[in-house]
Every structure is written in structure tokens, then in C-alpha cells.
């Protein structure tokens, strides 16, 4: 096994109540995460740690001139402080487990994502270039949402 990480961060013109309601929301990534074909949430519930969403996603992952099906759990908690904690199990062992802060900022909310993945040695590289390409579309995509709401 072996471990990769990086962090991004993306400035979003709404307030971080709104980014990160549909942050959340597993469905909205069919939207704005290029690799999400399919979401189906299993689990939704609420407890003293937080709110806690469980989810069947499917994606399709380029590899070279091919498209990996490729269906996995996730897991969203929205802790009582509004930091959000996501987690990914794929196959074969791979692993991706982010923090997602939304703080206030002039231009409404920096959405501040760092993802931590654990998986087999021969697939880190790929797995880690495909995720962090995949995540800093994703939160373009989320900027463009808002400011395309705005008009």
C-alpha cells in the first residue's frame, strides 16, 4: 500500500451554508464531477457526530482509449461545525478519505478541499493524478453552478 494527498481550493460566489448543502448532496455530482455517472443514497441520517450520508456511486474512469466502470460506497458527514468528512472505498483497496471546509470569504465562501488516498502501490500515481484532475473540475464546475444561478 502506499498514501498520496493533495488540497485544493476554489472560491464559489454564494454563502457556505448553500455550497455546501449541495456539496452534500451526492446527487449534484452527476452535475459537476466528470467522472460521476450514477448516485443512489442508501443511508441518511442524523446523530450526535453529525449527519451522516451513505451512497452507491458509479463512475467511468478514462484509461487510456477505454472507460473503467467502476461502482463503489461513499460516505458524507456534515460534522455539527459544518466541516464535512468524505470517504471512498473503492476496488482494489483503494481508499480516499477528504476534509472539506467552507469558510466565508469576500466573494462568498473558499470551499477548501484536502483528500488523503491509500491504495495498492502500482495504483497510486494513477489513482491520485485521476482524483485530484477529477476534484479540481469538480469545484470549477460548482463555481460556475452558483455564478451560473446568479444570473
Known amino acids: ?3 498520496s494527498r493533495f488540497a485544493l481550493s476554489e472560491e ?3 454563502v457556505p451554508d448553500e455550497v455546501r448543502t449541495f456539496y452534500t448532496d451526492l446527487a449534484n455530482m452527476k452535475l459537476v464531477h466528470p467522472l460521476v455517472v450514477a448516485v443512489d443514497c442508501l443511508v441518511d441520517r442524523q446523530d450526535a457526530q453529525g449527519r451522516h450520508r451513505d451512497y452507491r456511486v458509479r463512475d467511468r474512469i478514462p484509461f487510456g482509449p477505454l472507460a ?3 461502482t463503489y460506497r461513499a460516505t458524507v458527514l456534515i460534522a455539527p461545525g459544518g466541516v464535512v ?3 471512498a472505498r473503492q476496488f482494489p483497496k483503494v481508499r480516499l478519505r477528504g476534509t472539506v471546509a ?6 462568498g465562501t473558499t470551499v477548501t478541499e484536502t483528500v488523503d488516498i491509500d491504495a495498492p502501490r ?4 494513477f489513482t491520485a493524478a ?3 484532475k477529477a476534484h479540481a473540475a469538480m469545484l470549477a464546475a460548482i463555481r460556475r453552478h452558483f455564478e451560473e444561478s446568479r444570473t
Open 1 to 3: 500500500m502506499s498514501r
Open 12 to 14: 464559489v460566489p454564494a
Open 68 to 70: 473503467l466502470a467502476v
Open 85 to 87: 468528512h468524505t470517504e
Open 102 to 107: 467552507f469558510a466565508a470569504s469576500g466573494a
Open 122 to 125: 502500482l495504483l497510486t500515481a
Open 130 to 132: 485521476q482524483a485530484e
